[in-house]
């Protein structure tokens, strides 16, 4: 099974700030990693799929990067609606999620 | 765009079967795939299965003594069944569709089904 850790667990920063979120893979997972925004009683929405490509509708201020185990959501210039949980996830064998990283307003 | 429904008894009792349906609707269920994930309450989301339209499953090798997921191509709906539950199986089911890079698209709003006395 391939694990998905993301970093920090929590981040704490004000609207306008930059935010930089994490994903690391236990093995490679080439560029087939995605990214998922997850607010309070919703579903998660995705983001950013084939670890770059924003999905359609999400803003520009979104972006994915990295390949085979490491990998990076930027959040450009924080939003007060972009305050959610972030879920990183992959398939090689079968699907699994990071532990999920809590970005709150500071 | 595709809409997913899931529907289903939202209290189950332990050492019960737990049955879902996902209801597929504003788009065919041929040619796609279907997956079921579940998040227990205030904690992080786990894969269980998924099938093709033509039938073919695979299943999370943690679960998969105790999975089922078929689908009815006639009624665009795919169904999920866990038999044996616990209180560990209390959580939201989603239904969602994968992508083509092995992405979740589509999402259900999910529905939770606790397991309890």
Redesign the interface.
């Known amino acids: ?1 391939i694990v998905l850790t993301q970093s920090p667990a929590t981040l704490s920063l004000s609207p306008g700030e930059r935010a930089t979120l994490s994903c690391r893979a236990s093995q490679s997972v080439g ?2 990693l ?1 990214w ?1 925004q997850q607010k309070p009683g ?5 983001l950013i ?2 670890a770059s ?1 924003r ?1 359609p509708g999400i803003p520009a201020r979104f972006s994915g990067s990295g390949s085979g185990t490491d990998f990076t959501l930027t959040i450009s210039s924080l939003e007060p609606e972009d305050f959610a949980v972030y ?1 990183c ?3 090689t064998n ?7 990283t809590r970005l709150e307003i500071k | 765009q595709v809409q997913l429904q899931e529907s289903g008894p939202g209290l189950v009792k332990p050492s019960e079967t737990l049955s879902l349906t996902c209801t597929v609707s504003n788009g065919s269920i041929n040619y796609f795939y279907w997956s079921w994930i579940r998040q227990s309450p205030g904690k992080g989301l786990e894969w269980i299965g998924d099938i093709y339209y033509s039938g073919s499953t695979n299943y999370n090798p943690s679960l998969k003594s105790r999975v089922t997921i078929s689908v009815d191509t006639s009624r665009n709906q795919v169904s999920l069944t866990l038999i044996s539950v616990t209180a560990a199986d209390t959580a939201v089911y989603y239904c969602a569709r994968p992508g083509g890079n092995s992405q979740i698209d589509d999402w259900g709003r999910g529905t939770l089904v606790t397991v309890s006395s």
Do not use: K, V
């Not at chain 1, 919703?42 to 995705?46: F, T």
């Not at chain 1, 079968?94 to 999920?100: A, E, K, N, S, V």
């Open positions: 099974e560029y087939y995605a998922y919703q579903a998660p929405r995705l799929y084939g490509n999905a879920y996830q992959q398939r079968w699907i699994t999620f990071g532990q999920g």
